[in-house]
């Protein structure tokens, strides 16, 4: 099934040290993978993506890494800021049929940087 | 200018009121979307349009209708509001197809209360 209206797992990080968020996918059909970043008050923001034909992805301090046997999706911030405090969530596109390019959003990840 | 504006940015209206979100884009997108989103859980897909004369159910459709009124114009119809649809609401538009670059643009969301 997919990932859709759970209740949102936090993770806490000091100022500077390195963050890992995790996301699970459920439909092996999906070849294209995104994380947003969700402030309060805002609508989610891209922040990098990735096709089901590349395992690892580089921006800047931001790395996403795609494990497709496991259907396991992860976003890595280096050095995390008091500014990526957000809600991160991960997003699929699924190919082929009525559903493509229809975007299904995975479990989000409360973000909270401390300083 | 927002590249997808979304009116109002907040309302607050009485049960069984007939109630339209409308949202606009410029980026030039033939698809558009609209989400639900509901305190601590992630977005849901209420309706989406791939173009002018395609409208899609998404996953919870039941009591919203849409409209999709031009290239740039989708707007979402609550025909008989209840306050179980008191939510945060985003627009959002993509490319087609397999140019997906970028995922989807979303705008900053309208906050509609229903009491």
């Known amino acids: 099934g997919e990932n859709v209206g759970l209740h949102l797992p936090t993770l806490s990080v000091q100022e500077g040290d390195n963050s890992i968020i995790n996301c699970a996918y459920s439909n092996s059909a999906s070849d294209y993978f995104i994380w947003y970043k969700q402030e309060s008050g805002k609508g989610p923001q891209f922040i990098i993506d990735i096709r089901s034909n590349m395992d690892k992805r580089q921006g800047q301090r931001v790395t996403v890494l795609l494990n497709k046997t496991v259907k396991h999706l992860s976003l890595q911030i280096a050095a995390t800021q008091p500014g990526d405090s957000a809600v991160y969530f991960c997003a699929e596109i699924v190919a082929g049929g009525t559903s493509y390019g229809k975007l299904t959003f995975g479990q989000g990840t409360i973000l909270t940087v401390h300083p | 200018d927002a590249d997808v504006t979304q009116t109002p940015r907040n309302r607050i209206t009485k049960t069984g009121k007939r109630i339209m979100l409308e949202c606009s884009q410029t980026?030039?997108?033939?698809?558009m979307y609209w989400y639900r989103q509901d305190p601590g859980l992630g977005l849901r897909l209420i309706y989406y349009s791939f173009d002018v004369k395609d409208i899609n159910k998404g996953e919870i459709s039941d009591g919203y209708s849409v409209s999709r009124q031009a290239q740039a114009k989708f707007s979402l119809s609550l025909e008989s509001a209840i306050p179980n649809q008191t939510a945060l609401y985003f627009c959002a538009t993509s490319r087609t197809g397999r140019d997906l670059f970028g995922g989807y643009t979303f705008g900053s969301g309208t906050r509609l209360t229903v009491v």
């Open positions: 980026k030039g997108h033939d698809r």
